[in-house]
């Protein structure tokens, strides 16, 4: 499997740099289309921006050569059939509150099949969480879940990577024009 991290070791960060450059042209694309700071609330704009990330992280990896990556695709479709361009994704899960039920205690199982429970349930938690895992029938193979879930973590990373930069240099370029004394609330 190869991601952003695998050509760091052989270049000298040739294929990550070309990822995050991507992926930041992508952003900002992103978020001129969507114009997140026209919405009106605070969440609003942070799901303006989250689903601008998302997408761009998608759309980067995808042009950078998804090969057997399902994830890209999947966030890119939930993007289009929401009516949203680069600068939209899925809409966001709504946790449903479970209620604890205890079961009468059974008699102990052998350590195999509580190994076993304990995977089902792991997997269909990582089926929840990687987009589009859950609808793929390719993914039943918990090997290839596992190369999704990697790929999409590492992806991921870089996400966080370009987004801490970009947000950096936002606050940089903003002491700079307000000057250290007003960004420090020291002005009058």
Not at 65 to 84: D, F, N, T, V
């Amino acid at each position: 499997m190869r991601g952003p991290n695998a050509a760091t070791a052989t270049s000298k960060g040739g294929a990550m740099a070309g990822f995050k450059q991507d992926l930041l042209r992508n952003l900002l694309l992103g978020i001129r289309a969507c114009r997140p700071f026209d919405a009106t609330s605070l969440e609003d704009r942070k799901r303006a921006v989250k689903r601008s990330a998302d997408v761009a992280m998608a759309a980067a990896r995808a042009a950078a050569g998804g090969g057997r990556a399902r994830w890209p695709k999947a966030i890119l479709a939930a993007a289009a059939a929401s009516g949203h361009s680069p600068g939209g994704i899925r809409k966001a899960r709504k946790s449903a509150c479970k209620r604890v039920v205890r079961r009468p205690r059974r008699a102990t199982a052998s350590c195999d099949v509580v190994a076993r429970r304990l995977v089902r349930s792991r997997t269909m938690a990582l089926r929840k969480v990687i987009p589009g895992a859950d609808a793929t029938a390719a993914m039943d193979d918990e090997a290839v879940l596992l190369r999704e879930t990697i790929d999409y973590a590492v992806h991921l990373r870089a996400q966080v990577d370009v987004l801490r930069r970009v947000s950096a240099a936002v606050q940089r370029s903003t002491f700079l024009r307000d000057g250290p004394a007003q960004s420090m609330g020291g002005g009058s």
